[in-house]
């Protein structure tokens, strides 16, 4: 049996029961499908088949989460951080327990290749251990004395929160917002992207088995305008944490107005990964091939910008044009394939139409540019060439298996290049020069560069996007910005010298 018989055959069983269950809301510890008894059909990328329905939620169901995670929210945050701790770590087990699973889902529902997937359970399960290892410190403060006070700090979880997160790697990311936020003490009302709702409800069945008290992390499923709006709007909810497109973002702040909510960010990018002429040129064209096709291109961190020095352009991008042709498209469960179907009909129509604007602005296609033919959702990786910066494909992100190779001269060009794009997100680069280096460090407009490397991510390290990328960061310490208000006490220590009115 060959390796994708034996993974279809492991996920069969799994099919079957969501096919059978639906994929209902979970509020207050209990499974249940929308009130208004309305249902929406999600479909596997790879043939379009039908995997399960999926309940579709509106103001009357997020209404019900929000006021389950606003009652369990006290006893919550006045859990031990020992005990919080225990059970984060307990999810964390019930996650690698279930990560062939896990792994299977996510790659069933949102065409994402095991090669990749097969590692995203295991770094959900480690956002829970990290986080779990913080949260008997997420309240610790300082303290700062003066002349007549000692002034302490101390944080406090901000309440309920609302969680929204896209379908390109959800689970990965589900666990990422939604552990410190528990860490911190708060409750969580999640909204998964309607397009791969079904590893969001795994996890909540992992969390629940593990101990989490009920109504403390609560699921709504549904569409951005229904659920995930009325979400952004709901005045118990104090906190917004979101991944997702910058015009959705915009459109959140917006909603989130009124009931001033404070908002986290992660967004999109156009990133540039910059090669010199003085690089390592093979380790550098291979981090450009990963970077720009791994995750189908479906991924906020991609390059999909190469800056190539003109001196070496030609040979750069012919072995870049090879490489891309070699690129194994396959189904999802194959563990051969390095690229897979992508999440939906509108989105490939979306790649496409990128590749029409490439060519009516006068971009060469040297590689790719098809879409396959079929039920499933393809697009053959493909490289654009004689890019200008001021092209479409060289400013708009694309989020599919494309890449917009641009030449420079110099390092301002270069330089001027890179931060010419509303995005700051990420930046690659590939030199031997330890000086240029630094100093395009310090002049690059993107919240994480990454020098002679791939996106190797560090949980304690700020990850975030500058611009139109996002507003704030996750990692480390910094998760607990979002999660928890900074509080500062003042103590007498000595005759406060009150001036004396009205004597
Ligand atoms: P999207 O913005 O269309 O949807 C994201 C989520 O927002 C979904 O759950 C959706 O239902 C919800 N939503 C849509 N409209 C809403 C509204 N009006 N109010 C509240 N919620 C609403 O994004 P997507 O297409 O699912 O994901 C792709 C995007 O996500 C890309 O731009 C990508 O770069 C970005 N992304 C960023 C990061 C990061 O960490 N910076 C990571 C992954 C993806």
């Not at 829970?128 to 700062?144: I, K, P, V, W, Y």
């Not at 009124?258 to 064209?285: C, M, S, W």
Request: charged share 20%; glycine share 8%.
């Amino acid at each position: 049996m060959s390796d994708l018989d034996h993974n279809l055959r492991i996920l069969r069983p799994f099919l079957d029961r969501i096919a059978q269950s639906g994929i209902q809301n979970h509020i207050g510890g209990a499974p249940q499908p929308a009130a208004s008894g309305a249902w929406f059909d999600t479909r596997a990328p790879f043939d379009d088949s039908v995997i399960a329905r999926v309940a579709r939620s509106d103001s009357t169901d997020i209404d019900r989460a929000a006021q389950v995670a606003k009652t369990a929210f006290p006893a919550w945050r006045d859990t031990p951080a020992t005990e919080r701790k225990r059970i984060l770590h307990a999810i964390a087990d019930g996650i690698e327990a279930r990560a062939e699973e896990i792994a299977l889902c996510e790659c069933w529902d949102t065409g994402q290749a095991l090669r990749y997937m097969s590692k995203a359970a295991l770094r959900g399960a480690e956002n829970f251990r990290f986080f779990a290892d913080r949260a008997e410190s997420a309240r610790d403060g300082q303290t700062l004395p003066s002349p007549r006070l000692m002034n302490i700090t101390t944080r406090v979880p901000i309440g309920p929160v609302g969680i929204i997160t896209p379908w390109n790697t959800p689970f990965m990311l589900s666990t990422w917002k939604i552990a410190p936020a528990l860490a911190a003490g708060c409750t969580v009302v999640h909204k998964p992207a309607e397009l791969s709702p079904w590893t969001a409800r795994i996890l909540i069945e992992i969390a629940e088995a593990a101990g989490l008290p009920p109504g403390v992390w609560n699921l709504v499923n549904g569409y951005g305008a229904e659920a995930g709006r009325a979400l952004t709007e709901h005045p118990d909810i104090r906190a917004i944490a979101f991944v997702g497109e910058g015009q959705t973002g915009a459109a959140i702040m917006a909603q989130g107005a009124p009931t001033l909510k404070r908002l986290h960010f992660e967004l999109g990018g156009k990133n540039p990964i910059i090669v010199f002429d003085d690089a390592d040129l093979d380790t550098a064209l291979d981090a450009v091939m990963f970077m720009a096709f791994s995750l189908n291109g479906e991924r906020c961190t991609a390059a999909s910008r190469l800056l190539v020095q003109e001196s070496i352009a030609d040979a750069f991008e012919a072995a870049l044009v090879k490489r891309t042709q070699a690129l194994k498209v396959g189904h999802p469960l194959d563990p051969q394939t390095e690229v897979g179907p992508l999440i939906s009909a509108a989105h490939q129509a979306k790649v496409m139409q990128s590749v029409e604007i490439a060519r009516t602005e006068g971009a060469t296609i040297a590689v790719g540019g098809t879409s396959g033919t079929g039920k499933g959702h393809w697009v053959a990786p493909t490289v654009f060439t004689q890019a200008a910066p001021d092209m479409t494909v060289s400013q708009a992100e694309i989020f599919g298996p494309t890449l917009t190779s641009i030449r420079f001269g110099t390092e301002d060009e270069a330089l001027a290049i890179a931060n010419d794009t509303p995005y700051g997100l990420t930046a690659f680069l590939w030199t031997a020069n330890i000086t240029r280096a630094m100093r395009m460090t310090e002049a690059l407009e993107a919240g994480m560069v990454w020098v002679n490397t791939a996106n190797v991510r560090h949980l304690p390290t700020p990850f975030g996007g500058m611009k139109s990328s996002g507003i704030g960061r996750d990692g480390g310490d910094w998760s607990f910005d979002v999660y928890m208000e900074q509080k500062h006490i003042g103590l007498g220590t000595a005759d406060p010298n009150i001036p004396r009115l009205g004597v």
